[in-house]
């Protein structure tokens, strides 16, 4: 009877990898966690672990793509939204007509600052529940390397943009092209905006380490929620055996 029930559970792991060999190439982000659970779902029900080879090198760079390109996407609001949030903070802009901002004002910054990563990397936490299987495990770890790769690109990018525009953004250099441009509006009264200039500029070193925390945040999160469940598994499976 038994010898049975393993003939029939190896009959039905064989329809369930038939249906697995043609995986769609996910586009976005969106797909790639689709195609995860599906995979997942499908590896909860059969009794032998597929050979880590299932996955194709061509569909391990598909994931480690998406997870790389919304790496930098999130580089690109960060690096937008943090030197303006910390100008808020620090009563360089003003936010909602009024330079005291409460608290908040404050608040509100801060999450505008390190809102989408956060959320970001709560949405990628929940594929914890998908690290069960081999192939499954194979497209998670890929996914979040190339996200860890977006990442690490990102941060780079901003710490040589934002000094290079912080060494360039001397009192001279900002005295010389406001006199050019008071040529132009010659009733414009630019003192406020030199002020202000040289007041920002003092903001991108402070949005560097701030984007550089929130960037570990993104990677840490997610990866403490996957060690977690890798264990917890771990540990359920040795239960079972004994």
Not at 37 to 66: C, G, T, V, W, Y
Not at 96 to 104: E, I, N, R, V, Y
Not at 117 to 142: D, E, P, Q, R, W
Request: proline share 4%.
């Amino acid at each position: 009877m038994a010898k049975g029930a393993d003939k029939g559970g190896g009959g039905n792991d064989t329809v369930l990898v038939a249906g697995m060999g043609d995986l769609q190439k996910p586009l976005n982000l969106l797909q790639a966690i689709e195609e995860i659970q599906h995979m997942s779902a499908m590896e909860k029900d059969m009794e032998e672990p597929l050979d880590k080879n299932f996955l194709s090198i061509k569909q391990r760079l598909d994931f480690f793509a998406i997870g790389f390109r919304n790496g930098l996407l999130n580089g690109f609001v960060t690096a937008l939204l943090t030197p303006l949030a910390l100008g808020v903070l620090d009563k360089i802009i003003p936010l909602f007509g009024d330079a005291q901002p409460t608290f908040f004002d404050k608040i509100y910054a801060f999450l505008l600052a390190m809102g989408f990563s956060l959320g970001f990397a709560i949405f990628l936490s929940s594929l914890h529940k998908c690290y069960v299987g081999t192939v499954s495990k194979g497209m998670i770890n890929n996914l979040f390397g190339g996200l860890s790769a977006g990442i690490l690109l990102k941060v780079s990018l901003v710490f040589l943009i934002y000094n290079w525009i912080f060494v360039k953004l001397t009192p001279e250099r900002v005295y010389n092209t406001l006199v050019q441009v008071h040529k132009i509006f010659p009733k414009a009264n630019l003192v406020p905006v030199y002020k202000w200039i040289l007041e920002f500029k003092n903001v991108l070193p402070e949005s560097i380490v701030f984007i550089a925390l929130t960037s570990l945040l993104m990677v840490i999160l997610p990866t403490i929620t996957l060690a977690v469940t890798s264990i917890r598994n771990k540990v359920r499976k040795e239960t079972e055996i004994d």
